[in-house]
């Protein structure tokens, strides 16, 4: 088994930073790629960014600029800095990661974490 835990979310005033954080831990004998993805009420979940182990990035086309996503490969942890938050990134985030897992045969899996509340007032 594998576990994702997020940190960093909270209550932030319009035009403020936070950073998240989710660290992997568990089965583990490679990860492929890591990312992050929030969910609005009302609202189907959505790609905010995505880093693979080597370092490539991709990003929601509306959010390119403020956000940056980053990975520490020894510590299996990835990073969303979020700059110039807006009321509308209020959401629910989610740490999503692709893991090849410890075991004969391997197994790769797609995993989420419980998710982190971000909260951005006007």
């Known amino acids: 088994q594998v576990q994702l835990v997020e940190s960093g979310g909270g209550l932030v005033q319009a035009g403020g930073s936070l950073r998240l954080s989710c660290a992997a831990s568990?089965?583990?004998?490679?990860?492929?790629?890591m990312g992050w993805y929030r969910q609005a009420p009302g609202k189907q979940r959505e790609l905010v960014a995505h880093i693979t182990t080597g370092g490539s990035t991709s990003y929601a086309d509306s959010l390119k600029g403020r956000f940056t996503i980053s990975i520490d490969n020894s510590k299996r942890t990835v990073y969303l800095q979020m700059n110039s938050l807006k009321p509308e990134d209020t959401a629910v985030y989610y740490c999503?990661?692709?893991?090849?897992?410890?075991?004969?045969?391997?197994?790769?899996?797609?995993?989420w974490g419980q998710g982190t509340q971000v909260t951005v007032s006007s």
């Open positions: 568990g089965s583990i004998f490679s990860i492929n790629a």
């Open positions: 999503n990661a692709l893991v090849t897992e410890v075991g004969v045969p391997r197994t790769t899996r797609n995993y």
